[in-house]
């Protein structure tokens, strides 16, 4: 047999009345006016036969009735909330959840992403910026950019682009005197990162460079390119990261020799994931916006072929050896 009960929407409007504890602010909240309130409230209380609510001063309080009913009432809204949520269509299939290192997310997604946006209005992306490998199978990740040698056991992956490697400073660090030949570099002021030695860079264009930690050292890339925008010395930068840089003039690329970086950026998803949808119009607008930097990118790549190939055997496996991941 049904149960006999005021209509539901009725208990909206004691909700709204009792978290407030004021009619005036419950009525903004639902869009009618105080007398709907009131009455709501007037009608509820004649059909439980008690009052809800009790005047102190000028403060409105809940009785000790109307504090229990408001506990099953929230509690009802609760799971009807979680219910439908469940059932939304558009829930899980249209939430596309990406992994990358948080220079890669500042200095070239975050500043493309819009295009996405505008041409798949439907997924929404969520970027996760962070220098640990994600965990597929329990961070709820789909998708992750990785830099490094493109094998991670399990996963898919696809390069996105070869990166290239090129030092970088401001125009007016030293007062504008800058170095004019790698050789200078050797004596310029340089900054490290833990993930990027100079020695690659220095090896490929002929010459010894012994990292015995001199130098300030950054934890973290993303750090990097504000000092170097600061003038405190010259960054071994990948040159996808700061394009932005390098057009508006903050920083200026030392030297036109090209050197490619011992890793390539990876666009990577766990294996059979690759039918979803989402990943797929993501993965493929990922590719289209790389394709200028992998055009630029394919002369450093021969640059570094043709170095190793000249270089003493010593320097050449060096040169070759796997980057460490991101």
Known sequence: MPRALPPLETFRFFEAAARHLNFTRAAEELHVTHGAV???????????????????GKSMLLTEEGRRLLERVQAAIDELAKGVDAIRPVAKDRILTISTAPCFAAAWLLPRLADFNQHHPDIQVNVRATRSHADFTSDGVDLAVR?????????????????ELVPVCSPMFQSGRLPRSPEELLKAPLLHSERQSWSVWFEAVGLRYRDIGQGPRYGDEILL???AVGG?????????LVEAE????????????????????FIVYPQGSEHFE?????????????????RESAVA?????????????????????SASSE
């Open 225 to 227: 390119l504000p000092a």
């Open 278 to 294: 989402k990943i797929q119009k993501f993965q493929q607008w990922l590719l289209e916006q790389a394709r200028p930097v992998a």
């Open 301 to 321: 790549v021969q640059v570094r072929q043709d170095v190793t190939n000249r270089a003493p055997r010593r320097l050449r496996h060096r040169y070759l050896a």
């Open 246 to 265: 390098l057009k508006s003039g903050r920083l200026v690329r030392l030297f036109s020799r090209r050197v490619a970086a011992t890793g390539s950026f």
């Open 38 to 56: 009131s009455q709501r409230v007037k009608g509820l209380e004649e059909h439980l036969g008690t009052p809800l609510f009790r005047r102190s």
């Open 232 to 240: 405190l010395g010259v960054v071994l930068a990948r040159a996808s």
């Open 147 to 163: 830099f490094g040698a493109g094998t991670w056991t399990g996963l898919s992956s696809t390069k996105l682009y070869d990166e």
